[in-house]
């Protein structure tokens, strides 16, 4: 059974830091791509930060590039997302989500949508000004 599992969610101070990790299991972690999106509330979910666990390659929403880092530990099967300075308005629901194909991530996080293979519950983050 695949399972993502998010934490490391809560209250943090605008210009802080935070790190939220994704526990994955069911599927081969190594040769997957694994995201982070977000959820605020009223708007629509969003692509935050991907990274390609068989070639390294990451990528950033403009939004957080700079601030926040994702990075994975195979040997835990746990990608991680540190937010540095965040801000209010990252203030929304974190989710962990995995698909076999980069190019296939690439195109849905472009295109907007979700249509990823395996998402995780979500884990709230709450940045204070």
């Known amino acids: 059974e695949v399972q993502l599992v998010e934490s490391g969610g809560g209250l943090v101070q605008a210009g802080g830091s935070l790190t939220l990790s994704c526990v994955a299991s069911?599927?081969?972690?190594?040769?997957?791509?694994l995201c982070w999106f977000r959820q605020a509330p009223g708007k629509k979910r969003e692509g935050v930060s991907c990274i390609d666990n068989s070639e390294g390659t990451t990528w950033y929403a403009d939004s957080v590039k700079g601030r926040f880092t994702i990075s994975s530990d195979k040997a835990k099967s746990t990608t991680y997302l540190r937010m540095n300075s965040p801000k209010p308005e990252d203030t929304a629901v974190y989710y962990c989500a995995a698909d076999n194909s980069w190019l296939h991530t690439v195109v849905v996080v472009a295109a907007g949508t979700d249509e990823l293979g395996y998402w995780g519950k979500g884990t709230l983050v709450t940045v204070s000004s």
């Open positions: 069911g599927f081969a972690f190594d040769d997957y791509t």
